[in-house]
């Protein structure tokens, strides 16, 4: 399976070549990062995959770096990377939003496991929105009298119901019934029910 990138975070060239190495055996693609000022600055919005950070760095800390991500709504998710000490302050990490963190000396293999976890995480995410956006401009299509005509069969209404309730007659409903079908790419109203509960809430 191809992953995204992990970008990891972390002053210690040493540190940041092996997580490389031990990422990239498993078929997990590293980037890395020398200050947490350095990979602000390479920052988007759009970057998909997962943020591995060391807590503690000179200049920046990871946990200032984690903030001013916050700030701006960055949706990587991020994994610390601790010493005993920081365990603490990692725990206060999670409560803002942080997805995990890793205490040194760690196990490979539980770290990278942790990594491929977050990096499905943000892959499910980044696929959800795009079908969510997708289904958002389907909708934007449809019309003002379609719009009503579907709204009235997913109420459950019948066509015969929805033509008295709107004015117009059953041929008219059966027509717009059928656009809204086809602009949806679905062929029954328990397919388009099922398509749009996922936007509960948000039409």
């Known amino acids: 399976m191809k992953y995204g990138t992990v970008f990891i975070v972390d002053d210690d060239e040493a540190i940041r070549d092996a997580l490389s190495w031990l990422l990239q055996s498993r078929g997990v693609e590293a980037q890395g990062f ?5 990979f602000l600055n390479l920052w988007t919005p759009d970057m998909g995959g997962c943020l591995l950070l ?4 000179s200049g920046m800390s990871g946990l200032d770096l984690f903030d001013r991500l916050r700030e701006v709504q960055a949706r990587l998710p991020v994994i610390f990377l601790t010493g005993h000490g920081d365990v603490p302050m990692a725990v206060g990490a999670l409560k803002k939003g942080a997805r995990d963190f890793v205490e040194k000396p760690f196990n490979d293999n539980d770290l990278v496991d942790r990594v491929i976890e977050a990096l499905e995480w943000d892959a499910q995410r980044r696929a959800d929105e795009a079908g969510l956006a997708g289904l958002n401009a389907r909708l934007e299509q449809l019309t003002a009298r379609e719009r009503q005509v579907m709204d009235l069969v997913l109420a459950g209404k019948l066509n015969k119901v929805i033509a008295d309730e709107l004015g117009i007659t059953m041929r008219t409903v059966e027509v717009h019934r059928a656009h809204v079908f086809e602009k949806m790419g679905v062929k029954t109203a328990v397919e388009l029910a099922q398509l749009l509960s996922s936007l509960k809430g948000e039409r």
């Open 34 to 38: 020398e200050s947490a000022e350095t």
């Open 54 to 57: 060391d807590i503690r760095m």
